[in-house]
């Protein structure tokens, strides 16, 4: 078998030319596929820059000279935000430890974030990438450069640009740093929101948009421009200058009082024909008169026929709208008589009232006798109306019902009169010294008009029971007589034995037995 040798040479322009054409094909691919995106709607630009390159302060090497390339490259803007630059650069590189000076040539792929607005004047970049650099075209190395870049705008499509790089290798004594100056220059037509239509003819150029609509956007795809469309974000006609109208009356939805059914006041139908829309017509199926919110009002006299208790007869709304009568002709129109059939008073509101009171009869517990108190008088003054008053005429507190409270001395002399009191021995008369302390009571009772007597007999326990309570009897009942007998009226009195049953005292003594015969005064209030 031959053997071919090549020379060292030859493999290794192989090998540079190969990275080349990886770093041009790998561009082309990101290319490619950024280019493919929905979003994408792409600038392009191309540069010359004059480079300054630094193999010496990377490398840690003193005394070594800044040396000078070129370069040209050409970058790819997919949005204002993502670029792809593919710079080729020739130059020359002042190496450590070579003894001339390299003539290099190199090749890069790089991708491009930066910060872009159309009518900006300053546009910041940062970018990052791989390239290949070739050595005289005999050896190369891999290298990845980072680094930041500002266009400065100077016309309408181009730029002065500044960049600084920092390249990596995987060889040794091959880091450098770069500084470029030159100029970019974009291609095509100016695009500014990336919608197809360029700001020449765009009417929204810093908006995206349709073209139909010279570039201005349309939200709701209605074809009518958001900036004309009173609703942009509900799609509608040219008539309602973009606002949805449901109902189809011409009417925006937004400006409808009926949305949903078709009318031509304030976009509601009027079905009665008053004048009044449906709405607002309180009455929508019966013709009527706005001031009664469309409702009709047979006898004209401003009370709607609904709420009209005489619909055919003219009268006040006060009356409901039924005309002003007085039935019983006392002057008192029906209207505010609370007795319209029977003749009355204007203070008792139309009602009969006897006695003048301002109190109507039905409910004047005293209908002939005038008073301000439920129709009553309250003739003593005491608070208490002379029907609840026992003592009408005297002054008393209502827990007495109306009647003066017993003086002390007055109670004092009726339990003296118990014992004063005298019946001749076993018998029911009367001694003559009884009248005067009788005397007394019958003066207790005229004072005391108001108050009733009971009167009560008592016996000791000698004889018997029978003979004993008949005695007691009679011997009350010869008190009672008396009292008749010097005007005291028999209503206010009663009179009742009862024997020894009460006994106040032992009746085993003589003066036990005395105070236990006695006829008892008390008075009190029905």
């Known amino acids: 078998m031959r053997i071919i040798h090549l020379p060292y040479t030859c493999i290794q322009n192989f090998i540079s030319m190969k990275n080349y054409l990886l770093i041009f094909a790998l561009s082309l691919i990101i290319g490619n596929v950024l280019a493919q995106s929905p979003a994408s709607q792409g600038v392009s630009a191309i540069s010359a820059k004059l480079l300054f390159i630094d193999y010496g302060m990377p490398n840690n090497v003193d005394n070594l000279d800044i040396t000078n390339g070129l370069e040209i490259g050409y970058t790819r803007h997919f949005s204002r935000f993502v670029g792809l630059t593919v710079p080729l650069k020739v130059g020359v590189a002042n190496i450590s430890g070579v003894q001339d000076n390299v003539n290099i040539v190199s090749l890069d792929a790089l991708l491009r974030l930066q910060y872009f607005k159309e009518q900006a004047r300053l546009v910041p970049y940062v970018f990052g990438g791989a390239g290949y650099v070739s050595e005289r075209f005999e050896s190369g190395n891999l290298q990845i450069p980072v680094g930041l870049g500002l266009d400065i705008r100077v016309g309408r499509n181009s730029y002065v640009n500044l960049q600084g790089e920092y390249r990596l290798s995987q060889e040794d004594l091959r880091k450098n740093m770069q500084l470029g100056l030159g100029f970019v220059y974009r291609l095509g037509k100016n695009d500014a929101d990336r919608d197809g239509v360029s700001d020449a003819l765009d009417k929204c150029p810093n908006i995206p948009g349709v073209a139909a609509l010279g570039g201005c956007p349309d939200a709701d795809g209605d074809g009518i421009a958001d900036a004309d469309d009173k609703c942009p974000d509900q799609a509608g006609s040219k008539m309602t200058n973009g606002c949805p109208d449901t109902d189809g009356d011409g009417l925006a939805d937004k400006d409808d009082d009926c949305p949903e059914v078709a009318g031509t006041m304030n976009g509601c139908p009027d079905t009665d024909g008053d004048g009044l829309a449906d709405n607002i017509d309180q009455c929508p199926e019966e013709k009527g008169v706005v001031a009664l919110s469309g409702c009709p009002d047979d006898d004209n006299d401003g009370v709607a026929n609904r709420n009209d208790d005489c619909p055919t007869e003219a009268g006040p709304a006060e009356n409901k709208g039924c005309p002003i009568t007085d039935r019983d002709g006392d002057g008192i129109d029906d209207v505010d008589d609370a007795c319209p059939d029977q003749a009355g008073s204007a203070t008792a509101k139309g009602c009969p009232d006897r006695d003048n009171d301002g109190v109507a009869d039905a409910s004047d517990r005293c209908p002939d006798d005038y008073g301000k108190f439920e129709g009553c008088p309250d003739t003593d003054g005491d608070g208490l109306v002379d029907p609840d ?80 309570l008949d005695l007691s009897e009679g011997r009350a009942k010869a008190c009672y007589d008396y009292l008749v007998s010097k005007g005291i009226d028999a209503v206010r009195m009663t009179y009742k034995g009862y024997g020894e049953t009460q006994p106040v005292a032992s009746n085993k003594s003589t003066k036990g037995r005395s105070l236990n015969r006695r006829v008892e005064f008390n008075l009190y209030v029905k």
């Open 389 to 468: 008053d026992t003592c009408p005429r005297l002054a008393g507190p209502v827990s007495n019902k109306g009647c003066p409270e017993v003086k002390k001395e007055d109670q004092a002399l009726l339990i003296t009169a118990m014992r004063s009191v005298k019946f001749e021995t076993g018998k029911t008369t009367l001694r003559s010294e009884s009248y005067a302390i009788l005397d007394q009571v019958v003066d207790i009772m005229n004072r005391y008009a108001g108050y009733s007597l009971a009167i009560a007999g008592h016996t000791d326990d000698v004889g018997s029971d029978k003979i004993n």
